[in-house]
């Protein structure tokens, strides 16, 4: 069973628009840890944050936000007025204690902003 | 801070062939992962270490690929003999530990031929 879930495929929104990129994990650890990254066309996976479960404050860093919703096994990703060099793949992963700290990446999200 | 190092950064072989990357993760950490990247898809875990021992191998095709990781510090991935469908990206990634972020490299993109 797929254990994060990126139904987005593909998006393309036109620069300074908002965009939500959303994640749905399934786990039945107690404690666990979501995770995005971003995967520009350089193919390196950069770190955009670290949620453990039992923290669900959302986060706001400048453009991104981030929405914790346990009680939707949710874990969604929002850019704020998009800019082109946010094109990239953005993966959703999920890791838990009972397995070793192992990374389960989705399928990812391909966003394109248009100038 | 250094981040995670690995090489080559490309390689084309024929099938058949063996070929091996290596990778030097972050000073400190314990946890290093071997994913596989396969064009539109997300990584896939092959194998990961805590310190020089192995935690899951699971998903490993045990019969073509292997890993080391001597010492507990850099570790190098194996594919002998290789196939068309192994052409992917090879991403090596370490972490603190459990709950802590990992940290990728750059990648390997192999082309199988």
């Known amino acids: 069973a797929q254990k994060v879930t990126q139904a987005q495929t593909e998006i393309s929104v036109v620069e300074k628009e908002d965009v939500t990129l959303d994640c749905v994990y399934e786990t039945r650890d107690t404690t666990y840890y979501l995770f995005w990254y971003k995967q520009p066309p350089s193919g390196e996976l950069v770190f955009l944050i670290r949620r453990n479960s039992f923290d669900e404050q959302n986060e706001i860093s400048g453009r991104y936000s981030w929405n914790f919703q346990k009680s939707t096994s949710s874990f969604n990703f929002t850019i704020t007025a998009s800019q082109v060099v946010d094109s990239a793949v953005y993966f959703c992963a999920l890791s838990e204690q009972n397995t070793g700290n192992q990374f389960y990446f989705g399928t990812g999200t391909s966003l394109t902003v248009i100038p | 801070e250094a981040g995670v190092a690995q090489s080559p950064r490309y390689k084309i072989i024929e099938k058949r062939q063996s070929v091996a990357f290596w990778c030097n993760p972050i000073s400190g950490h314990a946890t290093l992962y071997w994913y596989q990247q396969i064009l539109g898809q997300g990584p896939k875990l092959l194998i990961q270490f805590q310190n020089n021992g192995v935690v899951d191998d699971s998903q490993l095709p045990k019969d073509r690929f292997s890993a080391e990781r001597l010492k507990g510090v850099d570790s190098t991935l194996k594919i002998q003999p290789a196939k068309l469908e192994d052409s992917a990206v090879y991403l090596c990634?370490?972490?603190?530990?459990?709950?802590?972020?990992?940290?990728f490299g750059q990648g390997t993109r192999l082309t199988v031929v």
């Open positions: 990634a370490s972490s603190l530990g459990l709950g802590g972020e990992a940290f």
